[in-house]
């Protein structure tokens, strides 16, 4: 919330933003929130009435989700079979790629390069002789057109080549300046390309030393629908069982709640439990060996050691949440819009149009920012250096209760992660991070201490 502080002779007062229509004002309690009571009335109202639309729309623009999370037995209980087959590797395909890229990129210097060597050549050529030419010749034709006194025709072309002498060394001084200017225009332009060049080459060859300890394939499993057989259809007569006469029928005993039991929805039976369905994710692939199906509002604490690779697999997970599920927002507190925030982002490749950052600087800021029901997932990128405890975070998870929170955060020499323990004890998930590996300490959906490789 923000404050402002205005001072008088007699006392300070502190004016306050109201909440609903952030107005400026001087309240006269300390806990007020709001500038009137009917600015209080309709927030109050909006909190009750729209959360809910807002709530389903959010929900229902969410892709990947399971309904039920019987749909996730029945996929593990279909009828598979693993088969092996050998692709080439992600690293060999990368490398590759790269190397035709810098083969591109040669050929293009290289064509430049020596289009400037042959305009080097033609300007150190360049001596000014074709005006004397030039005039030779006209001498020769103004003479004699029809060339029928050859004496004339000679004597006119010396005229000409006098005067064409005369010219040449009259521009001598300004031809030779205009001739080094272009020699050094392009001088400069061939050093730079040369240098250009050094450089591809340089890389070229790296990545060919690379090619080369890569290996070109990999063996990958593949789940493949088991070949059913045919088997002959019999016809079953269902067996009927009829009661003994002399025995009593039992009656299955009815269950009644007492009152207490019937007015409160705090308690329900096991088998009514068992009825209830719940939305989750339908993680695929490396994801779902790591995670498992997380429900749609799965809370995540990852953390680890300064450069152990903890932000790059936060930014791996956001893309991954983005392309396949719903808008992702990653906030940015300790980078920003930096150059270094940047390239985290192109070197994983995470430009995503539903891949959102921000550049937020406090627990304040992203409420005011952050508009509630829009984004599917939430990045606090750290709680660390924007000083959230687990209480303010508890706050926050509330406010934005239909999405999944995603906090960084930083940890100690001994692995540990800083700040309060209790934020790892209301998590769903906690990942640890350390030399480019994630490893799972707590999963509420899976086993623990899987491993995810990062870089």
């Given at each position: 919330?923000?404050?402002?502080?205005?001072?008088?002779?007699?006392?300070?007062?502190?004016?306050?933003?109201?909440?609903?229509?952030?107005?400026?004002?001087?309240?006269?309690?300390?806990?007020?929130?709001?500038?009137?009571?009917?600015?209080?009335?309709?927030?109050?109202?909006?909190?009750?009435?729209?959360?809910?639309?807002?709530?389903?729309?959010?929900?229902?623009?969410?892709?990947?989700?399971?309904?039920?999370?019987?749909?996730?037995?029945?996929?593990?209980?279909?009828?598979?079979?693993?088969?092996?087959?050998?692709?080439?590797?992600?690293?060999?395909?990368?490398?590759?790629?790269?190397?035709?890229s810098m083969k591109s990129q040669k050929e293009i210097f290289e064509n430049k390069l020596q289009k400037v060597k042959q305009?080097?050549?033609?300007?150190?050529?360049?001596?000014?002789?074709?005006?004397?030419?030039?005039?030779?010749?006209?001498?020769?034709?103004?003479?004699?057109?029809?060339?029928?006194?050859?004496?004339?025709?000679?004597?006119?072309?010396?005229?000409?080549?006098?005067?064409?002498?005369?010219?040449?060394?009259?521009?001598?001084?300004?031809?030779?300046?205009?001739?080094?200017?272009?020699?050094?225009?392009?001088?400069?332009?061939?050093?730079?390309?040369?240098?250009?060049?050094?450089?591809?080459?340089?890389?070229?060859?790296?990545?060919?030393?690379?090619?080369?300890?890569?290996?070109i394939s990999t063996i990958t499993e593949k789940k493949v629908p088991r070949p059913q057989l045919a088997l002959p259809v019999?016809?079953?007569?269902?067996?009927?069982?009829?009661?003994?006469?002399?025995?009593?029928?039992?009656?299955?005993?009815?269950?009644?709640?007492?009152?207490?039991?019937?007015?409160?929805?705090?308690?329900?039976?096991?088998?009514?439990?068992?009825?209830?369905d719940y939305k989750a994710l339908c993680f695929t692939d490396k994801w779902q060996q790591f995670i498992g199906y997380p429900?749609?509002?799965?809370?995540?604490?990852?953390?680890?050691?300064?450069?152990?690779?903890?932000?790059?697999?936060?930014?791996?997970?956001?893309?991954?949440?983005?392309?396949?599920?719903?808008?992702?927002?990653?906030?940015?507190?300790?980078?920003?819009?930096?150059?270094?925030?940047?390239?985290?982002?192109?070197?994983?490749?995470?430009?995503?149009?539903?891949?959102?950052?921000?550049?937020?600087?406090?627990?304040?800021?992203?409420?005011?920012?952050?508009?509630?029901?829009?984004?599917?997932?939430?990045?606090?990128?750290?709680?660390?250096?924007?000083?959230?405890?687990?209480?303010?975070?508890?706050?926050?998870?509330?406010?934005?209760?239909?999405?999944?929170?995603?906090?960084?955060?930083?940890?100690?020499?001994?692995?540990?992660?800083?700040?309060?323990?209790?934020?790892?004890?209301?998590?769903?998930?906690?990942?640890?991070?350390?030399?480019?590996?994630?490893?799972?300490?707590?999963?509420?959906?899976?086993?623990?201490?899987?491993?995810?490789?990062?870089?």
């Amino acid at each position: 919330m923000l404050l402002f502080f205005v001072t008088n002779s007699k006392n300070i007062t502190m004016n306050k933003i109201c909440e609903f229509c952030q107005t400026e004002y001087t309240p006269q309690r300390a806990d007020a929130r709001f500038c009137s009571k009917t600015c209080k009335s309709k927030f109050w109202y909006n909190q009750k009435k729209l959360p809910a639309i807002e709530e389903n729309q959010l929900e229902s623009s969410l892709k990947g989700v399971l309904n039920d999370m019987s749909e996730i037995e029945n996929q593990k209980q279909e009828d598979f079979t693993i088969v092996k087959e050998t692709v080439f590797s992600p690293e060999y395909l990368k490398l590759k790629k790269l190397q035709n890229s810098m083969k591109s990129q040669k050929e293009i210097f290289e064509n430049k390069l020596q289009k400037v060597k042959q305009e080097i050549v033609k300007i150190q050529h360049m001596n000014g002789y074709e005006i004397q030419a030039f005039c030779t010749g006209l001498g020769v034709i103004v003479t004699d057109p029809h060339f029928k006194k050859p004496v004339n025709n000679v004597l006119g072309g010396f005229a000409g080549l006098v005067v064409g002498s005369i010219i040449h060394d009259s521009l001598q001084s300004e031809r030779d300046a205009q001739k080094r200017n272009l020699l050094f225009q392009k001088e400069t332009e061939q050093r730079n390309l040369q240098a250009n060049l050094d450089v591809i080459y340089f890389n070229l060859e790296k990545i060919e030393t690379q090619l080369k300890i890569t290996p070109i394939s990999t063996i990958t499993e593949k789940k493949v629908p088991r070949p059913q057989l045919a088997l002959p259809v019999e016809t079953v007569i269902p067996q009927i069982i009829k009661p003994t006469e002399n025995k009593a029928v039992l009656q299955p005993i009815p269950v009644v709640k007492n009152t207490k039991e019937a007015s409160s929805d705090k308690i329900i039976s096991s088998k009514e439990l068992a009825t209830y369905d719940y939305k989750a994710l339908c993680f695929t692939d490396k994801w779902q060996q790591f995670i498992g199906y997380p429900s749609i509002n799965f809370q995540c604490a990852i953390h680890g050691r300064a450069g152990e690779g903890k932000s790059t697999f936060a930014i791996q997970f956001a893309l991954y949440l983005a392309e396949n599920f719903g808008k992702a927002l990653y906030i940015s507190s300790e980078e920003g819009f930096s150059k270094t925030f940047k390239d985290k982002f192109v070197n994983n490749n995470a430009l995503s149009d539903n891949l959102y950052v921000a550049d937020l600087k406090s627990y304040d800021d992203i409420i005011k920012e952050i508009p509630v029901n829009t984004y599917h997932f939430i990045f606090i990128d750290s709680l660390n250096n924007m000083h959230i405890d687990a209480e303010m975070l508890k706050k926050f998870r509330e406010r934005y209760k239909n999405s999944a929170i995603i906090t960084i955060s930083q940890a100690t020499k001994d692995g540990k992660m800083r700040g309060s323990y209790e934020i790892i004890h209301d998590v769903d998930i906690e990942i640890i991070v350390t030399k480019g590996v994630a490893i799972t300490n707590k999963n509420r959906f899976k086993e623990k201490e899987l491993e995810f490789s990062v870089f």
